[in-house]
């Protein structure tokens, strides 16, 4: 899937491109069945929401389910982010975001590249998200929220928000947030959420601030996060454990097409259990461990 000159234009003043439909309810199922599963497991892969059994975060289900490690090789998500790069990726992180019904709290504004530079000492804001809905998402479920073009800001100042969620962001302050908003068209266009139906896909900047409101429908909203980076913009410190930013830069490889509906191998490298280097953390960047070593 090539992306056209105008979706290269609208990407780069925007800073999001939204794909309603991508992927077809037959391709989304197979994808959606094995949810129930990694959610029931009690692991540090699973972020809870806060009082609840509600999961809110996912990890690195690519690692060990066979449709999620198809889905993080898929041309159709993968080729665009590449056009957008013009560079080999790599998995920097892989999420499946719960917001389940009536119990899935916000997160908050921020931006993703600033817990990424702030956190992994990833060098430079090349490295890109991808939004995949399970569930049709719609203005009652806890879209998620950006405002257009403040991706060109670059690197905003953020606070280390470790309080109104179960999940430590870096987040950005209310005022600034309320300049950009006005300097985005305000209430003509200053927010907006793509909503669609399951199976949407949406790829969006890693400087693009963005935020969701909590779910009080009825109606789950299921979503995987890929974040893909440039190979040669690779993190530098392992300050975060690995299923939450991951240490093997290889290059992706895609797979056919038709991967999630037909039976192709994938490596599943942690099928039985997150091997004990996967929890190892240091504040120390590692080439200069490799130094000192
Ligand atoms: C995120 O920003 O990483 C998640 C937002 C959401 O799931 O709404
Ligand atoms: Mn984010």
Same mark, same amino acid.
């Given at each position: 899937?090539?992306?056209?000159?105008? #979706?290269?234009? #609208?990407?780069?003043?925007?800073? @999001?491109l939204f794909f309603p439909s991508l992927f077809t309810p037959e391709e989304t199922r197979t994808l959606n069945d094995a949810v129930p599963e990694l959610y029931s497991r009690h692991e540090a892969w699973n972020v809870r929401e806060s009082g609840s059994d509600?999961?809110? !975060?996912?990890?690195?289900?690519?690692?060990?389910? %066979? +449709?999620?490690?198809?889905?993080?090789? =898929? +041309?159709?998500?993968?080729?665009?982010? #590449?056009?957008?790069?013009g560079e080999a990726l790599y998995m920097h992180q892989f999420k499946i975001n719960g917001k389940m019904a009536f119990e899935g709290a916000i997160w908050q504004w921020h931006q993703d590249y600033g817990t990424w530079m702030n956190d992994d000492m990833m060098p430079t804001e090349r490295a890109m998200n991808v939004a995949i809905f399970l569930d049709d998402v719609?203005?009652?479920?806890?879209? /998620?929220?950006? *405002? +257009?073009? &403040?991706?060109?800001k670059g690197v905003i100042e953020?606070?280390?928000?470790? !309080? !109104?969620t179960s999940y430590p962001l870096w987040t950005v302050d209310n005022e600034l947030i309320a300049s950009?908003?006005?300097?985005?068209?305000? %209430? #003509?266009g200053g *927010?907006?959420?793509?909503?669609?139906?399951?199976?949407?896909?949406?790829?969006? =900047? &890693?400087? /693009?601030? =963005?935020?969701?409101t909590s779910n009080l429908s009825p109606w789950n909203r299921v &979503?995987? @996060?890929?974040?893909?980076?440039?190979?040669?913009?690779? *993190?530098?410190?392992?300050?975060?454990?690995?299923? *939450?930013? =991951?240490?093997?830069? !290889?290059p992706i490889t895609c797979l056919p097409d038709d991967c999630l509906l037909k039976d192709y191998p994938v490596d599943l490298p942690w099928q039985n259990g997150l091997p004990a280097t996967a929890l190892q953390t240091s504040t120390t960047p590692f080439d200069e461990m490799k130094q000192a070593a």
């Open positions: 899937m090539k992306l056209s000159p105008k #979706q290269l234009e #609208q990407f780069d003043r925007d800073g @999001y509600a999961v809110r !975060t996912n990890f690195a289900a690519h690692m060990s389910s %066979k +449709p999620f490690a198809k889905l993080a090789r =898929h +041309p159709r998500m993968v080729q665009p982010v #590449q056009d957008l790069l719609n203005e009652f479920n806890g879209p /998620l929220m950006f *405002i +257009p073009g &403040s991706h060109k953020a606070k280390h928000d470790l !309080t !109104t950009l908003v006005a300097r985005a068209g305000g %209430k #003509q *927010i907006v959420s793509p909503q669609g139906p399951a199976g949407s896909m949406i790829v969006f =900047h &890693s400087c /693009l601030v =963005h935020a969701s &979503s995987v @996060y890929l974040s893909l980076c440039a190979v040669s913009n690779h *993190i530098r410190r392992h300050k975060r454990p690995e299923y *939450i930013a =991951h240490r093997d830069f !290889t």
